[in-house]
């Protein structure tokens, strides 16, 4: 049999870290690690706006409606509850053609948005070029901290540039949807003395079905550009500010039964926006729904070569984003608890971007246990396990689980499934009367095993079997 050599493409440019963020340093497209060297996975962010949202759809309007009136509290509540990797602040008030708020007024927004959050925060202008040249211009002189500010436009990349440069923030410059235009803008950065180290691209938010298709030609073409011709104006990172595209276009607001859920479109609409913004190679999405964010850490999971949760545990497309839909399969997927569940991950993704990677299993054990209490879960850590090992029919010792927070075991260190069954089996009550019965009181029901190493890998077991795979 003659042995055929798979052949590999070679890049000599990655693209530019942003220590910031945590974003960029790749040497390959998108997920082709095999090519090369991908030290950050894509971040995620949640944006929260500097005035009420009346106009937004109810599906999207409902999770943040009792604490949109005050940015801060919003900015708050998203950092507690959902643990996006980076805030977005949109300072939507200073449009001309809106309130048109002041500088002033926005400077103090932002700068109490930054004091009131520890993620890493994105502060977005109105799109206005004039606009945003007199209010990203306050924001960055106010600001306690190091911060992104955008977008930058060649009709105002002078003043932005200058001032971001005077106070080290990092900016995003966003252009239309053309890779020569993108490398222009970049190119005056640069002759303005700007690192475009500390660059990110904006090649202009689309959505599905109204002119991703472009959006995505172009940042391919960018792409391409940077590792194929080596260019160095365009290894930059990208960022998809796709959230307001998504939530204004129709099929996310339509009330119509042949369309399916209204509730649950809009999710569906932004993570497939999403998703194909970082297949493109985008290193940052912003997005808006919460549940949007659970589903897209799953695929990200899965596409970095771990096992997504709701492939293993999530069961039917309409639960994973809460379908209220009572049919008796349904009523079963729901005893996985998804709300607790979302959390254990989570909390994990907190203790992985705080701690890193390499440190003893110790360490995020505990830390992980910290972070349940915090969200008010009951969870007990080194718990003996009922059911002895047997080999050969004798008794070789007792297991015990890393933690378990109601029916669901969590083991550190663990990246085998068969080793994650085991500790599962292992809190077994062997009494199948029982088990046919009550199958939740025979022992515990779900098993996450985590590995903090370069990245979190994360892996899950469902013994019970009920949900399909």
């Not at 060297?37 to 999770?63: F, N, Q, R």
């Not at 602040?89 to 959050?117: I, N």
């Not at 904006?202 to 030609?217: F, I, K």
């Amino acid at each position: 049999m003659v042995k055929v050599e798979w052949l590999k493409e070679e890049y000599k440019t990655k693209i530019r870290e942003n220590e910031y963020l945590g974003i960029g340093g790749e040497n390959c497209f998108p997920f082709q690690g095999f090519e090369g060297s991908i030290p950050h996975l894509p971040k995620i962010a949640l944006e929260v706006y500097d005035t009420p949202c009346e106009d937004w759809p109810e599906a999207v309007a409902e999770p943040y409606r009792d604490v949109w009136n005050d940015p801060v509290t919003w900015a708050k509540e998203i950092e507690k509850r959902y643990q996006p990797d980076i805030l977005c602040l949109q300072l939507s008030s200073t449009d001309p053609m809106g309130q048109d708020a002041s500088s002033a007024e926005a400077g103090k927004v932002a700068k109490a948005v930054a004091e009131a959050t520890t993620l890493p925060l994105i502060i977005y202008g109105c799109g206005n070029s004039e606009k945003d040249a007199k209010v990203l211009k306050r924001v960055a002189e106010v600001l306690p901290k190091k911060v992104v500010i955008g977008p930058v436009q060649e009709g105002n990349y002078n003043t932005i540039g200058a001032s971001a440069l005077a106070y080290g923030h990092y900016i995003i410059a966003q252009t239309p949807t053309d890779v020569n235009l993108c490398k222009q803008l970049n190119i005056l950065l640069s002759n303005l003395g700007l690192s475009l180290d500390r660059v990110i691209i904006d090649p202009t938010p689309s959505a599905l079905g109204y002119g991703l298709e472009y959006t995505y030609s172009a940042m391919e073409k960018i792409r391409s550009a940077c590792f194929q011709t080596n260019d160095d104006k365009l290894n930059l990172p990208m960022i998809g500010n796709i959230a307001k595209e998504v939530w204004k276009i129709k099929e996310v607001k339509v009330d119509d039964e042949k369309m399916g859920d209204t509730k649950i479109r809009g999710i569906f609409f932004e993570a497939m926006t999403a998703i194909s913004f970082i297949l493109a190679g985008a290193d940052i999405v912003v997005i808006r729904h919460p549940k949007t964010l659970s589903l897209l850490r799953g695929w990200l999971s899965g596409m970095a070569g771990k096992e997504g949760r709701r492939q293993e545990a999530g069961g039917s497309r309409q639960e994973a984003v809460g379908s209220e839909e009572k049919s008796p399969q349904n009523i079963e997927h729901r005893t996985l608890n998804i709300e607790p569940f979302d959390i254990i991950i989570q909390s994990a993704f907190a203790v992985f971007r705080e701690l890193g990677g390499g440190l003893a299993d110790e360490v995020y054990k505990n830390a992980l246990f910290l972070e349940l209490q915090q969200h008010s879960l009951k969870a007990q850590k080194d718990v003996p396990l009922p059911q002895p090992l047997i080999y050969k029919g004798q008794e070789i010792g007792r297991l015990s689980a890393d933690i378990i927070c109601g029916n669901t075991l969590i083991m550190i260190d663990c990246q085998d499934k068969k080793g994650l069954n085991q500790y599962l089996l292992s809190s077994r009550i062997q009494n199948p009367e029982s088990r046919i019965q009550n199958p939740e009181s025979s022992g515990l029901s779900y098993g996450i095993g985590l590995s903090f190493s370069e990245t979190l890998n994360i892996i899950y077991v469902d013994i019970l079997h009920r949900l399909p795979p």
